[in-house]
Structure formats: C-alpha cells, structure tokens
C-alpha cells in the first residue's frame, strides 16, 4: 500500500530480535522463587523504571497508536480536550490503588486481581465471579488487538492478514510463555522505549514539513475553522462528552486488573512512587504529541483511504524512509506490549482463580508449569481462531471491555481496601450493580446516557451506592479478617 | 504508627481531590477561553488548547513529582 523497501524490512527484523533479547535478559533476573509468584508476578522484584515502562506499555495499547491519530485527522485541536485527562491519569492511577495493593498483595500473597477481592470476603464466589468476568473481557480485547494489529502490517508491509495474525499470535505467545511476566515487563518496557521514539521522531519531522505550527494551524483554518476549537467539527465534543472523557481516562485506566497486576509485582511502595513521576514524564511528551501527528497528518495528507491509515501516512509522508522502519515498529511495540499482558492476566485468572484456588492443596510446581504454559498458550489459541474470522460483536466488547472492567470493579476494589464497614454482601452487590447498570445504559443508550453522559459516569456512581447499601444490609466480616487488612480494627 | 491503609486512604482521596482541580482548569477552562476569544492563537496553537490543555499538563508534571516524591510515604508501617 505504501513504498517499503528493504530498510523498512531490515529495522522491523531487527526490533522483533531485540525484543526476544529481552525476554532472554529478564530471564537471567529471575531469582528461581515459587513458581506462581515469579511467572505472574515477576517475584515481586520489579524496580521502578521497569515497572513504569511496563505501566505505560501495557496502558498504550494499539487503539493510542492508531485509533486517536486517526479521530485527531477527523476532528483537529478537539482531541486534545478529549485526550486531556491523562494530565491527571497516572497520579490517579498510582494514587488511588498503588501502594494500597502492593502491601496487601505481600501480606495475603494475592497473585491476581480477584484474589485480592476472594481473600478480603474469604469467598470462593467472589473470586470466581470476577476471574470469569476478566477472562470474558480480556479475550475479546486479545482477539481485537490481534486484528488491530495485523490490519497495520497488511497496510505498512504489505504482509496478508493470515499472516500478520499468526506471526503477532506466534510472536506474544512465545515470549510470554517463556519468560512470564518478568519478560513481558522487561520487553514492555524496552517497547514503551521505542514507542517514545517512535512518537517523537514523527512529530519532529511532521511539524517541520508542514512549515511549523502556525503553518499547519492555517492550513487547518482554510479546511474547517471547526478543526481549531474544543468542540471539533459537528459538535465532535460538547461539554458532556468532554466531561465524560476527564472521568474515563484517569478512573477507567485505574481500574484496569492489567494495572492493578502492576502493582503486585513492584519491589517496594518507594519504588511505586518513583515509577509514577516517571510515567507521568513520559505521558506529557508522547499523548500530546500523537494528537499534534493526527492533526499535521490533515495538513499533510488530507485524504485517507481510511482513518486508520491516519499514522502510517502521516509517517510515510514526513519521516526519511530509512528512519520509517524504526517508527512504524512504536505501533507493533504499543499492541505486543498490551498484548502480552492480557494473555498473562487471563492465564493467571484461568490457573489460579478456576484450578488452583478451587482445590483442597495448591498446585505442585510441575502441576503449576503445566497448567500455566497450557492455559496461556490455550487463550492466545482462542483468541487466534476468533481473530481469524473477527465476529460482528468485537467491536462492542472492545469498547464495553475498556469501560466496562472499570465500571464493574473500580468502587468494589477501593471500598473492600479502605472501608472497613464494606462486607462480602456489599461487594457482590456492587460488582453486579457496576456491572448491569453499565450494560442497561449502555444497550439503551450508547455511550450518551442521562445529561448525555457517558454510562461509565453513573455506573461510578450505582456502583458505589450498591456497595454502601450491600454493605449496610449485609453481615459485618470477621473481626479476624478485618485485623488483618485494617489494623487498628477493633470490633 | 499509622496503620497502612489509613495512610494510603488519605494519598487515595487527595489524588481525587487533585483530579477534581485538574478536571475544572482544562474542561471549564477550554470552554471558557474559547468563548472569551475563539480566534486566538498562542505560539502557534489555539489560545484555549494553549492555556487550558498544555499550561495544565505541564502545572500537573510538577504537581505529579512533588505528589510522588515528596507526599506519598515509602510504606516502612505495620
């Protein structure tokens, strides 16, 4: 579709080979502790500048590389508003759960997000619950993410979707299995590397082509005036979205079990913090920056075959081609490194939270071995055969999935860590409450519901009643399991 | 010595109280600036983006490193 030559080729090569490199390096980290612990949670020894890198990777998935160039060539300078609230993301991210989970996380030895939420209520239905949910939401991405990524080097590479399918499967498999998720923190973090590059090399090249940003805010001027205000061409962004949007990016990123996982595996709460002031380093020059790509990309190549191509043209037009191989490797970078970690968080929910958890002893480590290296090879094998044929559906669970995981299990999680009066009734009734109000508003009205809203703002707020009321109807938990999470609890 | 999660509740609901701030300045101030002077322009970028997204984002970095660095505990507690 676009000129590749074999410089382009020769980069993509050499960025696949240096991500195996990293595996391979992570894996000398490892320092042979309980299997379960070191394959999903790194051995709780990841340090700061890994653990950030692999915060921010796991966060950009594909959809930041290609999704928001795209929606930034529609609808110019709105998408800044839109994008606006990862100026506060990562501090509410880190902020709201961070060191909270990973001192419980060493104190209850939680591997996974629902065994967090299984040992504070002590209940197997909960866990359960929450495992079968994640599994549910987290293959649909998978299996999205596959097709996002294949469709980008079908258009750069010209390599069949067949192909591009099997190879991301094959690719993300083989490293995740292989090295757990040490190798996909490590290689995560080397990805968010080259995504940075990636973004900064375009946008540099890009603003220079254009003649600089005056240059490109006329040129926008001259094709609609509408591109240059917050509300973006037909009302693109009224208040209510715009409002919506400051809620979803910082909370629903929040309440991501990928994240969550995050903090289970840090090396320490000082460590937590330190990774956060790096991320939020690394936000403000990569988010406004790919909005800056989108909108020069209107100037430069004002018409697209599709809006997705929105990045690859803009890069193809503006970067020298012997640099273009190196910065198209940041989109392959940001859906492997999102990837990778689904594919671990749905294992791990799989041979921890269904197997494991359910049987009168744990799992022997070879038992373990077994049933971790089956079940993630068995869900990116799953997920291989839907992306084969994507079904209709996909595109709903993508959007309902990013929203939908926050909206169910955000508030429960807070509530079940800081508030003591907060009981196993209380939980149930908040996560099914989370999770019905979202769906109801979302099968009834799309994404604008009451006030024109998006349904992820009111099921915050259901979500939270349905907790308080649960809790207060329900039983008090045992004093026993109250001291052990609050300390100065007394009954 | 301060139990854990009275600590970290605390740093949980200041970073929503931060967020509340940082919600107001860039949505009430992007509309509020464009309003006041839709055509004007910043160094090259539309005044409200200019003053409500970009002056935000950066006030925010060092509102992160201070929150990060200086306010959240190191969690030596019980």
């Keep these: 579709m676009y000129e590749t030559g074999p410089a382009v080729w020769g980069t993509f090569l050499a960025y696949l080979l240096a991500t195996f490199f990293f595996a391979w390096l992570a894996q000398r980290k490892a320092r042979g502790g309980a299997y379960m612990e070191e394959f999903f949670v790194g051995g709780r020894s990841i340090g700061p500048w890994v653990l950030g890198l692999t915060w921010i990777a796991t966060s950009a998935s594909g959809g930041s590389f290609i999704g928001v160039p795209a929606l930034a060539h529609t609808n110019g300078y709105s998408m800044l508003l839109w994008i606006a609230g990862y100026v506060i993301s990562v501090l509410v991210g880190f902020g709201l759960l961070g060191q909270r989970i990973a001192y419980v996380g060493r104190k209850t030895g939680a591997l996974t997000f629902p065994d967090l939420l299984r040992d504070r209520y002590d209940s197997p239905m909960i866990g359960g619950v929450s495992g079968v949910a994640l599994i549910i939401l987290y293959t649909g991405y998978i299996v999205a993410q596959y097709v996002a990524g294949a469709r980008v080097i079908e258009a750069v590479l010209g390599v069949p979707y067949l192909w591009g399918v099997l190879g991301f499967a094959v690719t993300v498999t083989l490293y995740t299995t292989y090295g757990g998720f040490r190798a996909v923190a490590w290689t995560d973090a080397f990805q968010a590397v080259v995504m940075l590059i990636g973004v900064l090399i375009t946008v540099t090249f890009a603003i220079s082509k254009a003649g600089g940003l005056e240059a490109i805010r006329a040129g926008l001027e001259q094709q609609d005036p509408a591109l240059l205000s917050p509300m973006g061409p037909s009302n693109f962004l009224p208040i209510a979205a715009a409002i919506s949007f400051f809620f979803i990016w910082p909370f629903a990123g929040a309440g991501q079990p990928s994240l969550m996982t995050r903090y289970l595996a840090a090396d320490n709460p000082a460590g937590l913090n330190r990774a956060l002031v790096l991320v939020a380093f690394y936000v403000i020059l990569t988010y406004p920056a790919i909005i800056l790509i989108g909108v020069t990309g209107r100037v430069l190549v004002p018409d697209l075959v599709a809006p997705d191509h929105a990045m690859p043209a803009t890069i193809m037009a503006a970067v020298p081609s012997w640099l273009a191989g190196l910065v198209l490797a940041g989109p392959m970078a940001a859906i492997m490194s999102t990837l990778s970690s689904f594919l671990l968080v749905s294992s791990s929910a799989i041979v921890r939270d269904m197997v494991e958890r359910n049987r009168k002893e744990s799992l022997t480590e070879k038992q373990a071995k077994r049933w971790t290296l089956g079940s993630t090879i068995g869900v990116a094998a799953v997920c291989l055969v839907f992306a084969l044929r994507p079904p209709d559906f996909l595109q709903y669970i993508v959007v309902f999935s990013g929203t939908g995981l926050a909206a169910t299990f955000l508030t429960p999680t807070c509530l079940s860590l800081y508030w003591p009066g907060m009981n196993k009734t209380g939980c149930m009734a908040g996560i099914l409450g989370g999770f019905t109000t979202f769906l109801a508003q979302y099968l009834a009205f799309g994404t604008r519901s009451f006030l024109d809203f998006d349904p992820f703002v009111w099921s915050l707020l259901f979500s939270l009643l349905f907790c308080i009321v649960g809790s207060l109807l329900g039983q008090r938990d045992d004093a026993e399991i109250l001291v052990r999470y609050f300390d100065d609890y007394k009954a | ?78």
């Design chain 2, 1 to 78: 010595m301060e139990p854990n999660y009275r600590r970290t509740r605390r740093e949980a609901l200041t970073a929503v109280g931060l967020w509340l701030l940082a919600g107001s300045w860039v949505v009430g101030g992007s509309y509020a600036v464009y309003d006041a002077d839709p055509a004007g322009v910043v160094m090259g970028v539309p005044a409200w983006a200019f003053w409500s997204i970009l002056t935000p984002w950066l006030v925010f970095l060092v509102v992160a490193a201070w929150y990060g660095l200086a306010f959240l505990g190191d969690g030596v507690e019980r």
